[in-house]
């Protein structure tokens, strides 16, 4: 699909979803594949779709991959569309959150017969793999790209054509188990759902969002350029139309005050710790990244952008904190009661997996190869990356030790070769280089 | 004044006849490509193993005579009747649309097996298919040079290229065997590594006179027999990964340089080989030598490097970590050697400021390890 | 890796003595394991050279191929080594208990190897053997495609954690005991053994040397070391060739005898080696948790067993896209519940996960034994508080299910809450099962002030996926329908494979 180059972006991005939904009304396709770069409108596109598919007399399911992506297209769906009865197929021990709880058009029902009256029924893939009966005309499968082929096996017998929207760029699906068996099969369990369909189905058409609305001008470029080499995307909003300011002034001027006025005078900083290995629990480490929350948080910021265009104050719900393993996020909680700041304990913190699809004004990002001695294919996934600094609607702060430039330079390439695979693109290897080619340009020292 | 930086690896190689960079030697370069030791005994041209077997740690890589004569034959086969065998499995296996065949055994030119003469000969050829002028498809044997830190090194000819839609492909003939689609992947690593080498130099040959590294595709085609057959079967490698990482680590090499101004002045590896090759060079004053050079050691490079088993040597005379392996050395942090390891966890050493944390970790695990010992662990 | 297990290879380093890293062994040794050292031919795929099979360290019978390239000769062989085994896993097939549906065998064939190249060799001789025909022009003995499908089934099940049918040597070795080398060297049966339990009069240093020279210690399998295939294998072979060649029947007898000779003194090291270290791992206990899949292993092997009576295909070359989904499922959850019996066993590992934050264990500092909450059906229950100070690093959070291995089976409690305390923390639990159906929770159900207890998170019981049926591969998995290949379980056209090269 070709996008006019001169067009807004809202322009493009209208083309695109109409092809889409064009596509869609057309019949002729199984399946339509949607990739969607961070931020680009995904769920809008899936609450679109769902109205369409119930305007032209379906009755469309909803296949997301956690309870909370769940409850997020139901409170989408119930505002967009107050005359539609949606149902929420849950688990027994759901216990629906308050906001959700309000809503009049909703009915949280354990199993298909509670929701006979909806014309749209979301719930989770785990939750729909234990339906076994009951086929529908459509299926839009939310975040398909996480969800594992075994899982789309579980699911795709409730519905004959499938809507696959998704992110190619975060981070794929794993298993614990190491077998190398399946590898090279088109129907290998472990890859991803979209792959796996794609494989056997030809012709199927795959769309792209064009345009991410939630990444400002300023890491737009970026993120395309590392995370998505081939297909690329632009910024919804023009430069300045983002801005963070300081309610107050730096009275210490300290290193972080440098650090967040990097942040908010260019839209990245990196915050560099002198050069160290150190285990990846390294408090100096955790303590900075919170400490950049916290000092965020005393000094107060005003966030202007399209929604907000006279500014509105940052809270520490705008605010996350993005880490590669869970113990780390567990130490940034507890680093977080420390700052001093009574606010600080709200800001989110969480992995990359966690963070998949969720966005906040103010990202700060623990490098996941900061510290290390070498780098492992976990640490150096594309994938993990991506998530972690493509989450922020105004800045990301990376906090790092000196020094990874160098590892990714020593990095051995022994990563076994397979016969009959495509190589996953972007490089992982690759993709950290440009990120921190780009960083290098927003360093402060700490 | 230092030296410019060839005089000084001819010095460091001493009076040994320079070795041009093989398979192995690229392969090591992949695997360990911060190893300073390893980058100046490549660089220099000198005869790693050779080095290795002085200083009294011969490295193993032996080759078996079975395993040669089967590659052999294997490889006689598939390029038997101009590649007959071959061309089937491009058409039939891989389901190319072959035209008409050319062939082109660049092997041996008029008997003059130089080097350098093949070379030419090759260059020749290919450019002229390059722009279209020339008829062959299979050209089998092309003697390519690609210049590695300066110097050029002639790749061993056991493959075949291939033309078609107007791109050059490469050919790797293996003798490990394909089952139900699958191989070793260590081994088709392996074969990856060598045929990535001469994607790069064709690349570099073709650029030469402004062909775009488009007309050399990062596909690689692997010959091998199939399941438990003498027959042949052929699958796609995709390479792409490969000779980016590749070109990239070819790219560092120039800067050897930087390495060489760190030596010591006089340094050398000679062995001082008398009139019947015979290292005359006492074997100590070797290892001095070497030792002068910081070496990066990984378990891994036991699998590559014929410096490998000197280098842990060295690194278990230092109580290094290394020896364990980078997954119980993550453990550690920013600590080097198990004598610290253990001072900081039995509280017999005090942790310096940026050790306190890891110290304290230490303590936790030592003292964890302790309770269960005395509830009658297995011994 | 665990810090705790990284300083456990640290203090292995510095004593330079294996140390070990479990209390148990959580893998089952057959009072009866067939060993097999299987040994192959550089540069031919699959090609075996020779095995030594025995169930008792005395009772080693060699089988050798003296031209591993020829066809008739690698089925011979496959044939007399399929005999022994088949023989070997028939002796299980008896004494059948339980009723119906239900009943299975009491014990299961157990197959030891010395290192995971030796699975892998056995399972290029099982995809070698499995499909072949027993007609036809290039009949095998029948004996042959039935080994192929039981080692494909052994190797198949060897993938899922936990059972114990076909293992290697020097994995059970190195579950248990920490080296001072590198997972790489602990690969090598011999660098293992040095470390563990090194020859009579020799230090650890000796026999870590020996063992990497292959004059000494030849090397495990299944390649041969080059240096013995150049200078002793390759003229003996072509020796035996020849005399084949020229119908020397006395020649040929002496090069087939020479043969043998060269190979059983490279195979008889590994060989006692192996039956060594079986002997170490029996006087390390056996883990408790270890019998339960042990149960699960004699119903697969019954089932498989009964697949085989009834003239069952071999399995598939590659898994079908159901197949493989199913598989993973399993795989999956193997791992899963190995690794949490594996903690509840061994404080050993319960430690390491300890070390890691993800278990606790500590003192019981208060206890509200007589809690009780009201359910939605409007039952009063006992719901016991339970507050457990801890020097351990905690990162479970509030809402994470337990187990415990310090209280009685049954036992279940769940986090409240988790808080500091000066240099430790304070875990607040409450008990929600293995209290009885009294009113008042049995006695010794409920910790108790200044018990020690440990408590690690439940792994829970996840349901078995369920997969559409494996004639109804879904479109997504299926390439469009028209394209269907051939069967894949049918035997292939096996009598035309090529094999060539037969000099």
């Known amino acids: 699909m070709k996008t006019d180059t001169d067009a807004t972006p809202a322009a493009a991005a209208a083309a695109a979803t109409d092809a889409i939904l064009t596509d869609m009304a057309d019949g002729s396709h199984r399946a339509l594949v949607v990739d969607s770069p961070p931020g680009a409108g995904k769920s809008t596109l899936v609450v679109r779709a769902a109205q369409e598919l119930t305007a032209g007399g379906e009755r469309p399911i909803i296949v997301a991959q956690t309870n909370s992506q769940v409850d997020d297209l139901i409170e989408r769906l119930a505002a967009a569309h107050p005359d539609t009865a949606i149902g929420r197929l849950s688990a027994t021990d759901y216990v629906a959150t308050p906001a959700l709880g309000a809503l009049t058009n909703t009915t949280v029902g354990r199993a298909l017969g509670d929701l006979s009256g909806c014309r749209i029924i979301v719930g989770t893939a785990a939750k729909w793999a234990t339906v076994r009966d009951g086929t529908f005309g459509w299926a839009i499968l939310d975040?398909?790209?996480?969800?594992?082929?075994?899982?789309?096996?579980?699911?795709?017998?409730?519905?004959?054509?499938?809507?696959?929207?998704?992110?190619?760029?975060?981070?794929?699906?794993?298993?614990?188990?190491?077998?190398?068996?399946?590898?090279?099969?088109?129907?290998?369990?472990?890859?991803?759902?979209?792959?796996?369909?794609?494989?056997?189905?030809?012709?199927?058409?795959?769309?792209?969002?064009?345009?991410?609305?939630?990444?400002?001008?300023?890491?737009?470029?970026?993120?395309?350029?590392?995370?998505?080499?081939?297909?690329?995307?632009?910024?919804?909003?023009?430069?300045?139309?983002?801005?963070?300011?300081?309610?107050?002034t730096a009275f210490g001027n300290t290193d972080l005050d440098e650090t967040l006025a990097m942040a908010f005078a260019t839209g990245w900083a990196l915050h560099e710790l002198p050069r160290r290995h150190v285990p990846r629990t390294?408090?100096?480490?955790?303590?900075?990244?919170?400490?950049?929350?916290?000092?965020?948080?005393?000094?107060?910021?005003?966030?202007?952008?399209?929604?907000?265009?006279?500014?509105?104050?940052?809270?520490?719900?705008?605010?996350?904190?993005?880490?590669?393993?869970?113990?780390?996020?567990?130490?940034?909680?507890?680093?977080?009661?420390?700052?001093?700041?009574?606010?600080?304990?709200?800001?989110?913190?969480?992995?990359?997996?966690?963070?998949?699809?969720?966005?906040?004004?103010?990202?700060?990002?623990?490098?996941?190869?900061?510290?290390?001695?070498?780098?492992?294919?976990?640490?150096?996934?594309?994938?993990?990356?991506?998530?972690?600094?493509?989450?922020?609607?105004?800045?990301?702060?990376?906090?790092?030790?000196?020094?990874?430039?160098?590892?990714?330079?020593?990095?051995?390439?022994?990563?076994?070769?397979?016969?009959?695979?495509?190589?996953?693109?972007?490089?992982?290897?690759?993709?950290?280089?440009?990120?921190?080619?780009?960083?290098?340009?927003?360093?402060?020292?700490a | 004044m230092k030296a410019p930086v060839d005089d000084r690896l001819d010095a460091l190689r001493g009076s040994a006849k320079r070795l041009d960079y093989s398979a192995r030697s690229l392969a090591a370069l992949e695997n360990n490509p911060r190893c300073t030791l390893r980058a100046l005994l490549d660089a220099s041209g000198s005869d790693k193993a050779a080095i290795a077997a002085h200083a009294g740690h011969p490295s193993p890589f032996g080759q078996s005579a079975f395993a040669l004569a089967r590659g052999n034959v294997f490889e006689t086969m598939v390029k038997d009747n101009g590649c007959a065998e071959l061309l089937r499995l491009l058409r039939e296996t891989l389901q190319l649309t072959l035209p008409e065949v050319g062939y082109e055994d660049l092997n041996d030119i008029g008997g003059d097996g130089r080097a350098e003469v093949r070379h030419d000969r090759t260059k020749q050829v290919l450019l002229q298919a390059a722009r279209g002028n020339g008829g062959g498809t299979l050209f089998d044997h092309p003697m390519l040079c690609l210049p590695v830190g300066g110097h050029?090194?002639?790749?061993?000819?056991?493959?075949?290229?291939?033309?078609?839609?107007?791109?050059?492909?490469?050919?790797?003939?293996?003798?490990?065997?394909?089952?139900?689609?699958?191989?070793?992947?260590?081994?088709?690593?392996?074969?990856?590594?060598?045929?990535?080498?001469?994607?790069?130099?064709?690349?570099?040959?073709?650029?030469r006179v402004g062909i775009d590294k488009q007309a050399v595709s990062d596909t690689i085609v692997l010959v091998a027999p199939k399941d438990f057959t003498n027959r042949p079967t052929a699958a796609f490698v995709d390479a792409r990964k490969?000779?980016?990482?590749?070109?990239?680590?070819?790219?560092?090499?120039?800067?050897i340089g930087d390495l060489v101004d760190l030596l010591p002045e006089g340094l050398t590896f000679d062995l001082g080989l008398d009139k019947d090759k015979r290292a005359r060079r006492p074997a100590e004053e070797l290892a001095e030598a070497l030792d002068q050079v910081p070496a990066t050691y990984r378990?891994?490079?036991?699998?590559?490097?014929?410096?490998?088993?000197?280098?842990?040597?060295?690194?278990?005379?230092?109580?290094?970590?290394?020896?364990?392996?980078?997954?119980?050395?993550e453990q550690f942090g920013g600590i080097d050697t198990t004598t610290m390891v253990l001072g900081l966890a039995q509280g017999r050493l005090t942790p310096t400021q940026d050790q306190v944390e890891m110290a304290a970790a230490l303590r936790h695990a030592a003292r964890l390890r302790a309770e269960l010992n005395v509830l009658g662990g297995a011994e | 890796?665990?810090?705790?297990?990284?300083?456990?290879?640290?203090?292995?380093?510095?004593?330079?003595?294996?140390?070990?890293?479990?209390?148990?062994?959580?893998?089952?040794?057959?009072?009866?394991?067939?060993?097999?050292?299987?040994?192959?031919?550089?540069?031919?795929?699959?090609?075996?050279?020779?095995?030594?099979?025995?169930?008792?360290?005395?009772?080693?019978?060699?089988?050798?191929?003296?031209?591993?390239?020829?066809?008739?000769?690698?089925?011979?062989?496959?044939?007399?080594?399929?005999?022994?085994?088949?023989?070997?896993i028939d002796s299980f097939r008896q004494g059948r208990r339980g009723g119906g549906g239900h009943s299975r065998y009491p014990d299961t064939p157990q197959i030891l190897v010395p290192n995971h190249g030796g699975i892998k060799a056995l399972a290029d001789l099982g995809r070698m053997c499995r499909f072949r025909s027993t007609s036809g022009p290039h009949a095998v003995p029948d004996v042959v495609p039935e080994f192929g499908m039981w080692l494909t089934f052994l190797v198949d099940r060897a993938e899922q954690a936990g059972t114990s049918m076909l293992l290697p040597v020097t994995g059970i070795l190195a579950e248990h005991w920490a080296t001072g080398q590198s997972t790489l060297e602990d690969q090598n049966l011999a660098s293992l053994m040095a470390w563990i339990a090194p020859p009579a009069g020799l230090s650890v240093e000796q026999a870590m040397a020996d063992a990497e020279n292959p004059d000494v210690c030849p090397p495990a399998g299944p390649a041969t070391s080059p240096e013995f295939d150049n200078r002793d294998l390759a003229p003996a072979i072509k020796r035996f060739d020849t005399a084949r060649t020229l119908g020397d029947?006395?020649?040929?007898?002496?090069?087939?005898?020479?043969?043998?000779?060269?190979?059983?003194?490279?195979?008889?090291?590994?060989?006692?080696?192996?039956?060594?270290?079986?002997?170490?791992?029996?006087?390390?206990?056996?883990?408790?948790?270890?019998?339960?899949?042990?149960?699960?292993?004699?119903?697969?092997?019954?089932?498989?067993?009964?697949?085989?009576?009834?003239?069952?295909?071999?399995?598939?070359?590659?898994?079908?896209?159901?197949?493989?989904?199913?598989?993973?499922?399993?795989?999956?959850?193997?791992?899963?519940?190995?690794?949490?019996?594996?903690?509840?066993?061994?404080?050993?590992?319960?430690?390491?996960?300890?070390?890691?934050?993800?278990?606790?264990?500590?003192?019981?500092?208060?206890?509200?034994?007589?809690?009780?909450?009201?359910?939605?059906?409007?039952?009063?229950?006992?719901?016991?508080?339970?507050?457990?100070?801890?020097?351990?690093?905690?990162r479970l959070a509030a809402d994470t299910k337990l187990l415990s291995p310090s209280m009685p089976s049954g036992h279940k409690a769940v986090i409240v809450s988790v808080l500091p305390d000066g240099d430790a923390t304070l875990v607040t639990v409450e008990v929600t099962g293995g209290m009885g159906r009294a009113r008042v929770p049995a006695r010794g159900s409920v910790p108790v002030p200044d018990q020690r207890i440990a408590y690690l998170p439940d792994p829970g019981w996840r349901p078995a996926p369920q997969f559409p049926g494996s004639d109804r591969t879904p479109w997504t998995h299926s390439a469009t329908a028209g394209e269907t290949g051939a069967d894949p379980a049918a035997p292939e056209d096996a009598a035309a494979e090529e094999w060539g090269n037969e000099d």
């Open chain 1, 143 to 248: 975040e398909s790209y996480q969800m594992r082929s075994d899982m789309l096996l579980q699911v795709v017998e409730r519905f004959d054509r499938g809507l696959f929207v998704g992110d190619p760029g975060q981070l794929d699906p794993f298993t614990i188990v190491g077998t190398e068996r399946w590898i090279g099969l088109p129907h290998d369990p472990t890859q991803n759902g979209v792959t796996v369909m794609l494989e056997h189905n030809r012709g199927i058409p795959v769309h792209r969002l064009p345009v991410s609305w939630r990444l400002p001008t300023s890491a737009a470029p970026t993120i395309s350029q590392a995370f998505y080499p081939f297909t690329g995307f632009t910024a919804g909003t023009s430069e300045g139309t983002r801005a963070l300011e300081f309610n107050t």
């Open chain 1, 282 to 445: 390294d408090t100096e480490t955790i303590q900075t990244a919170a400490n950049l929350a916290g000092r965020l948080l005393d000094r107060g910021a005003l966030a202007t952008c399209e929604r907000h265009q006279n500014g509105r104050p940052l809270g520490a719900g705008d605010i996350a904190i993005g880490v590669a393993h869970r113990d780390q996020a567990d130490l940034v909680r507890a680093a977080l009661t420390r700052t001093g700041n009574p606010n600080a304990p709200g800001v989110a913190v969480d992995t990359a997996n966690r963070l998949q699809g969720r966005e906040y004004e103010v990202v700060i990002v623990i490098h996941p190869l900061s510290g290390r001695r070498d780098a492992t294919a976990f640490h150096l996934e594309a994938g993990r990356l991506c998530v972690l600094t493509s989450r922020h609607r105004q800045a990301c702060i990376v906090v790092a030790r000196e020094g990874i430039a160098d590892l990714l330079d020593s990095h051995p390439s022994t990563d076994p070769v397979h016969l009959s695979v495509r190589a996953k693109f972007p490089d992982g290897w690759e993709a950290n280089h440009v990120m921190l080619a780009k960083l290098a340009l927003h360093r402060v020292a």
């Open chain 2, 152 to 207: 050029k090194a002639f790749l061993e000819p056991d493959l075949v290229a291939f033309r078609i839609g107007g791109r050059f492909h490469v050919v790797e003939i293996k003798s490990f065997p394909i089952i139900d689609g699958q191989a070793d992947p260590t081994q088709v690593r392996a074969a990856t590594t060598q045929a990535c080498a001469y994607i790069i130099a064709l690349r570099n040959l073709l650029a």
């Open chain 2, 242 to 255: 490969q000779v980016a990482a590749l070109s990239r680590q070819l790219a560092r090499i120039e800067r």
């Open chain 2, 299 to 329: 378990p891994d490079c036991l699998n590559h490097c014929e410096m490998a088993f000197y280098c842990r040597s060295r690194a278990r005379a230092d109580s290094s970590l290394d020896v364990l392996g980078p997954a119980v050395r």
């Open chain 3, 1 to 88: 890796m665990s810090m705790l297990s990284a300083l456990a290879h640290v203090q292995a380093t510095e004593s330079m003595q294996a140390v070990p890293l479990t209390a148990f062994r959580h893998r089952r040794l057959s009072s009866r394991p067939l060993v097999i050292i299987p040994l192959v031919m550089a540069g031919e795929a699959g090609a075996p050279l020779a095995a030594m099979v025995g169930s008792a360290r005395r009772k080693g019978t060699l089988l050798v191929v003296a031209q591993p390239r020829n066809r008739d000769q690698r089925f011979a062989f496959a044939a007399s080594l399929g005999r022994t085994v088949i023989d070997y």
């Open chain 3, 249 to 394: 029947l006395r020649a040929l007898a002496a090069a087939e005898s020479d043969l043998r000779e060269l190979i059983a003194g490279q195979i008889q090291p590994t060989w006692r080696m192996t039956w060594e270290a079986i002997a170490l791992l029996r006087s390390v206990p056996e883990a408790p948790r270890t019998i339960k899949r042990f149960e699960r292993d004699c119903a697969a092997f019954t089932s498989y067993s009964d697949y085989r009576d009834s003239g069952g295909l071999p399995q598939r070359k590659r898994d079908t896209a159901i197949g493989a989904a199913q598989r993973l499922g399993w795989l999956e959850r193997a791992l899963a519940e190995f690794e949490s019996d594996m903690a509840f066993d061994d404080p050993f590992v319960l430690a390491d996960r300890r070390s890691a934050g993800e278990a606790f264990a500590g003192t019981v500092v208060e206890a509200e034994p007589s809690r009780t909450v009201t359910t939605a059906s409007n039952r009063r229950v006992p719901r016991p508080r339970v507050t457990i100070r801890t020097q351990d690093p905690v």
